[in-house]
């Protein structure tokens, strides 16, 4: 019997062949064992299985009616009917509630909102993804049937033999998305908080970097004012075409030796990059075993018993506990003591093994669990998705896409429906991994992107003629590129907050525009158009640039509401579809009435994502808002007992209260030790959209010591700032009663358009005499330009700003 709480368990006694386990009152354990032997131990989906969901606490409300030959279970979510026989579609169904009144049968699964797949290698646009836990439907389930187990000595085993063994999960919440992946995240176990600087800029490429070379690079990012904070060493790193590889007929993709040409002194190299304040990763495909012209190939073939008298290779077989122990303990500890900080686990082992698992989850599984033992702050590995569950072991690396618009255009979705599987760190190849064309718009909307992804890196093949370095780009995509880096790591405070929220709460970094709006049929019209965390709606361009206008364009759906753009500052009423319309250097970043978003206030951040020494907060007015800031202790300090719970935080609390125009900064706990006590930082405020802060009756109190006073303050555009403010103070500003974004003057936004594009000038006096008329309803402006004889992105990029804000 299972040590969760006989009183939620029905069935599985007294030789009945039938179990259900009811985990939430929106999750259910369906069990069919011919010999009536259930499977108690925990999987590489079911991780939790015996863990928190085992408390008679969180049993929920529940009925059972039951007869000789049916059953039944009733929660508040779902009527389950089962007729006591083998499982089948007339015999095993319920029927789940929250508006949705579906029906789901026993095997007869239909298609959902999607999950995420192994890996994009290759893709040049759509592919096929699998299944999530989210469905229009209200129901969906997981086949936990044939994945990998763990014994009672945490160690992989083998599943029961025999035919005909069900256990499978029914998730029947309806449209309650977000408690659907939350139920997902109770049986598996919930995401890690990933260590702080895995939110900055990652640099990676595939080349044959030395190590001066490679610190020469590191040292141009810097002196570009480009912050990184993670270094990625692609495969040459060690031996590839050495002539002992080649003699042995290998193909060099596997090694753990460095190639000393390259890199003489391993440990100095990797010194000199933590001095550069950047964490470092090396990328290992470990599918071809451990050679003999490997140096720690002797101690590894003692350490699993191999004879080495005629220099034999060691198999690749992580499912063998001898060579994973001297994987782990002697090959990959091996290059922790160089400074290595976590492993790249590249992918050529595929997906079967002699024990029958996919080694792919044991090796994510293990090198998680070996990184979390071998460094004290909060555990990292890269890998590729290696099914349900897999959000335990972030990062996901989502493998060599092609360079083309088409691979763009797909990666947003791509990512936002990952979170309907609860898989929220996907780092893709920014910018394409191979073949394709040299673009440098699609290269900027590509970084744009990546800045508003779960994780910024940009990677490429070889190939003498690739080149990400804005430093070699064009001027306007140079400035672009290296301005949106910046920003990445400006946001770092926002994400890190949203990484806690993501581990703590249950809410990943991205979010679907239908786990908020799921009753609006426009939420599910726009698949690349997500949340970025609580605060932020983005929607990304992902097609060529209007030649003629100069402009990027997405369809896209504002929900009920008003919003202000984050870069042009455009205000926008809600509840529409409309196209967005861009130059390079702006990309459609919503704000809703209410949003608070801290930022680093240096506008060129330092290397690694440290904790900022003053900050920015941007503030939409129009709405009450609230924002807690939460910034880490130390990354290096050990994050002792449950790594999803606060191990040692600083919580800062930014209230905004619309009525009367005030914003209240305070502490709520500081943990960052002794010297953040006589600290003092900045702060800086910023209103989108409110443009007449100073015209109002401002004012700007520190409350420190029980003693308040007004504070030296300076003014730019919509923004004010105090500097020097003791850490433990608090800080009051205060508007002026109910401010309001300001209204658009549609001439002010369609006069650039019209300047800038290169049609022809009775073109563009035609479309100017339209929108400038005076005592003409906009309805008739917008039945005029139809009328005209004008490029179509022309006129939406004119109608745009027509039709944002219904005061203008």
Do not use: C
Not at 418 to 447: C, E, F, P, Q
Not at 766 to 775: G, L
């Amino acid at each position: 019997m299972s040590p969760e709480a006989d009183s939620h368990i029905i069935g599985g006694r007294d030789g009945a062949r039938y179990r259900f386990t009811l985990l939430t009152d929106g999750l259910l354990r369906y069990e069919w064992a011919p010999d009536g032997i259930f499977e108690d131990r925990p999987s590489a989906f079911a991780a939790a299985r015996n863990g928190s969901t085992s408390s008679a606490s969180t049993i929920p409300d529940y009925r059972i009616k039951e007869s000789e030959n049916l059953l039944e279970i009733i929660t508040a979510r779902f009527h389950l009917t089962y007729n006591k026989q083998e499982f089948s579609p007339h015999g095993l169904f319920a029927i789940v509630a929250n508006h949705t009144r579906s029906t789901w049968r026993y095997g007869k699964d239909e298609e959902n909102e999607g999950g995420t797949a192994r890996t994009l290698d290759g893709v040049d646009g759509r592919m096929e993804i699998g299944r999530g836990v989210v469905s229009q439907k209200g129901f969906a389930t997981i086949d936990d049937a044939t994945t990998m187990l763990f014994g009672e000595d945490g160690f992989i085993a083998p599943r029961r033999p025999g035919q005909g063994r069900v256990d499978g999960y029914l998730f029947a919440y309806g449209h309650d998305y977000r408690e659907a992946v939350k139920g997902l995240y109770a049986i598996s176990g919930p995401p890690p908080i990933l260590p702080r600087w895995a939110l900055g800029n990652w640099w990676s490429r595939y080349y044959e970097y030395t190590a001066d070379s490679y610190l020469a690079l590191m040292d141009q990012f810097r002196d570009n004012g480009i912050p990184l904070s993670t270094a990625v060493i692609d495969m040459d790193w060690h031996l590839v075409d050495d002539p002992r590889i080649i003699d042995e007929g290998m193909t060099g993709w596997t090694g753990y030796t460095w190639n000393k040409e390259l890199f003489p002194d391993p440990p100095a190299f990797l010194n000199e990059l933590h001095k550069r304040n950047l964490k470092v990763t090396l990328n290992d495909h470990p599918a071809d075993g451990i050679h003999s012209y490997e140096d720690l190939y002797k101690e590894f073939a003692q350490a699993v018993g191999h004879d080495t008298s005629n220099n034999d290779p060691v198999p690749f077989d992580i499912t063998n506990r001898k060579y994973l122990d001297a994987y782990m303990n002697i090959i990959i500890k091996s290059l922790e003591e160089d400074g290595t900080d976590f492993i790249w686990v590249d992918w050529q082992q595929g997906e079967f093994s002699l024990m029958g698992v996919d080694p792919l989850w044991v090796l994510n599984h293990y090198h998680f669990m070996h990184n979390t033992k071998m460094h004290q702050g909060r555990p990292i590995i890269f890998s590729r998705y290696a099914g349900p569950g897999s959000h335990r072991y972030p990062i996901g690396f989502s493998g060599d896409s092609v360079v083309s618009w088409d691979s763009l255009n797909f990666q947003p979705e791509f990512t936002n429906r990952a979170s309907n599987i609860g898989y929220g760190w996907w780092s893709h190849d920014i910018g394409g991994h191979m073949n394709g064309v040299k673009n440098y718009d699609l290269l900027t909307r590509w970084v744009q992107y990546g800045v508003f992804s779960p994780i910024m890196r940009l990677h490429s093949t070889k190939g003498l003629w690739v080149t990400k370095e804005a430093w070699k780009l064009p001027r306007v995509s140079r400035e672009i590129v290296t301005a949106f880096m910046r920003l990445r790591h400006r946001m770092i405070p926002y994400l890190q907050t949203m990484n806690v929220r993501a581990a703590v709460q249950g809410e990943p970094l991205i979010q679907p525009m239908y786990w908020e709006y799921p009753y609006m049929d426009a939420a599910y019209n726009v698949p690349n158009q997500y949340y970025f965390g609580s605060q932020i709606i983005v929607a990304p361009i992902t097609t060529p640039q209007n030649g003629s206008l100069g402009l990027g364009k997405v369809k896209a759906w504002l929900p009920p509401g008003r919003y202000v753009d984050f870069f042009s500052e455009v205000v926008y009423d809600g509840d529409r579809e409309l196209w967005l319309n861009r130059p390079l250097e702006q990309y459609p970043v919503l704000l809703k009435e209410g949003s608070i978003v801290p930022l680093d206030q240096n506008e060129i951040p330092k290397n690694g994502g440290g904790n900022p020494d003053a900050f920015e907060v941007v503030i939409a007015v129009g709405t009450d808002g609230y924002f807690e800031l939460v910034e880490d202790n130390d990354d290096s300090a050990a994050a002792s007992g449950d790594l999803n719970q606060y191990p040692e935080w600083s919580r800062t609390s930014i209230n905004f209260t619309q009525s009367i125009g005030r914003i209240h900064v305070a502490s709520t706990s500081d943990a960052r030790g002794s010297k953040a006590k006589n600290e003092t930082r900045g702060w800086s405020f910023r209103f989108p959209g409110l443009k007449t802060i100073k015209d109002m009756s401002l004012r700007v109190m520190v409350i420190s010591a029980s003693l308040t006073e007004d504070y030296t303050r300076s003014f730019n555009g919509d923004t004010i700032s105090v500097s020097d403010v003791p850490a433990a103070s608090q800080i009051v500003v205060e508007l002026g009663p109910n401010p309001q974004l300001a209204v658009n003057d549609p001439m002010s936004l369609i006069e650039p358009i019209l300047t800038e594009a290169q049609n022809e000038y009775e073109v563009k006096d035609a479309v100017w005499d339209v929108v400038s008329a005076t005592k003409v309803s906009t309805v008739d402006k917008l039945g005029q330009l139809q009328t005209l004889d004008i490029d179509e992105d022309l006129r939406l990029a004119v109608t745009e700003y027509l039709i944002a804000d219904s005061r203008s």
